[in-house]
């Protein structure tokens, strides 16, 4: 059978393989502490939940609107004001099925085939797929531990060309955890005026779940503002992930060209999911809080926890809940018939040795690192922590 070109371009996502080995593991018996997904392991709140019993029995069963319905697009837009002090007008917002289908509608609006797109790394493994997938060309452009993973002005400036459409990136970040203050984005929005040309997706999922303070959005810079395509949604800040809800916030016209390929795909989003994403929105954000604080707490035992393994580097993340650690020092090294020449290596060894998953960090872009997910219980992460020392030790 002659299937489409275009699916060479496409690789099964590492942390869903990573969760899939796992549950195989788990399936035999083998006791696996699983650090692969990005998932909050707390319940929807209570509240939430409710919004979407009612919505049903109000009968909101029918198909929506394919941008969302009026009053979701009416509370985002309140939101971004209220969070980001950010205008938008309703026509300037639409929902999808997820933040990944936010990202992709962008994405598929904005790119040809040829067109260059930045994206520093590490990144969300799904960026450049998206891209190649578009007959985009990615340009990576690295961002190393010692700088905390983050992009500078300079860095930005040498990477852009005459063929440069669009920069990508996440703030925070996954897989880094790495957060942009107001001053560091102000120094990539000095480029960005320079180069009138470039569009920006900027992907806000982690906003709230952040340990600094206050989020900060480039889109607050006035003179690029409209060239910023917001992408968040309510899976990680509501523990919503299952529910599927992604937004997008921008220009008019990227908005009308997501919508137009939108309706050809999916149409609208979950009807019960929007009905209760409005009442997420614009409630009490009490309980998005007290999730953040636990994920804090996992943050201050994991980080200290790996950086005083032996031969183990690692940034102190300032939202997210990831830990990005460089394991590069391992490489050469072994333990019975496991050798570590790469990160690879290194994350079928913890899984198969110490049976905890991680995700390697080549997918995100960076091979001298894995990721470990802190979204679960401290009981899990102190059993973690432990193997994965007790493992990296035999190595030699």
């Excluded at 703030?171 to 960005?192: H, I, M, Q, R, W």
Aim: hydrophobic residues 40%; proline residues 5%.
């Amino acid at each position: 059978m002659q299937l489409a070109q275009r699916l060479n371009t496409v690789n099964e996502p590492q942390t869903i393989k990573m969760a899939k080995l796992s549950r195989e593991l788990k399936a035999k018996g083998i006791n696996i502490v699983d650090l692969s997904l990005g998932e909050p392991d707390f319940k929807t709140p209570e509240h939430i939940c409710n919004a979407a019993l009612k919505a049903m029995n109000d009968g909101f069963t029918k198909y929506p609107p394919v941008a969302g319905f009026p009053d979701l697009l009416e509370a985002i837009t309140i939101k971004l004001k209220r969070d980001n002090n950010l205008d938008y007008a309703t026509n300037q917002v639409m929902v999808s099925t997820g933040a990944k289908q936010s990202l992709y509608n962008a994405i598929f609006s904005i790119v040809d085939p040829g067109d260059e797109v930045l994206i520093p790394t590490p990144f969300w493994v799904t960026y450049a797929s998206q891209v190649q997938m578009a007959g985009g060309i990615v340009k990576y452009i690295n961002c190393g531990i010692e700088a905390d993973f983050k992009l500078t002005p300079a860095q930005l400036e040498a990477s852009i060309t005459a063929h440069t459409k669009l920069f990508i990136y996440s703030s925070p970040c996954n897989p880094t955890g790495s957060f942009y203050s107001k001053e560091e984005l102000a120094g990539l929005a000095d480029v960005f005026k320079r180069h009138p040309q470039v569009l920006i997706i900027s992907d806000e999922i982690y906003e709230y779940i952040n340990f600094t303070g206050r989020h900060e959005s480039i889109a607050q810079f006035d003179e690029i503002k409209d060239r910023v395509v917001i992408v968040n949604g309510m899976s990680k800040g509501f523990a919503m992930t299952g529910w599927r809800l992604g937004y997008i916030a921008g220009p008019r016209e990227i908005i009308q060209a997501c919508e137009k390929l939108q309706g050809q795909s999916t149409s609208g989003a979950n009807s019960i999911t929007q009905k209760a994403s409005v009442t997420a929105l614009l409630s009490d954000l009490a309980p998005t809080y007290k999730m953040v604080e636990a994920f804090k707490q996992r943050r201050d035992y994991v980080i200290p926890a790996l950086q005083k393994m032996p031969g183990v580097k690692c940034n102190n993340p300032e939202g997210a809940f990831y830990a990005f650690p460089d394991i590069s020092s391992f490489f050469g090294k072994s333990y019975g018939e496991y050798i570590i020449n790469n990160d690879v290596d290194m994350s079928m060894y913890l899984l198969n040795e110490a049976h905890v998953a991680t995700v390697c960090g080549s997918a995100f872009g960076d091979s001298n690192c894995i990721r470990l997910s802190f979204a679960t219980s401290m009981t899990n992460l102190m059993e973690a922590m432990e193997r994965i020392s007790a493992a990296l030790l035999k190595l030699s």
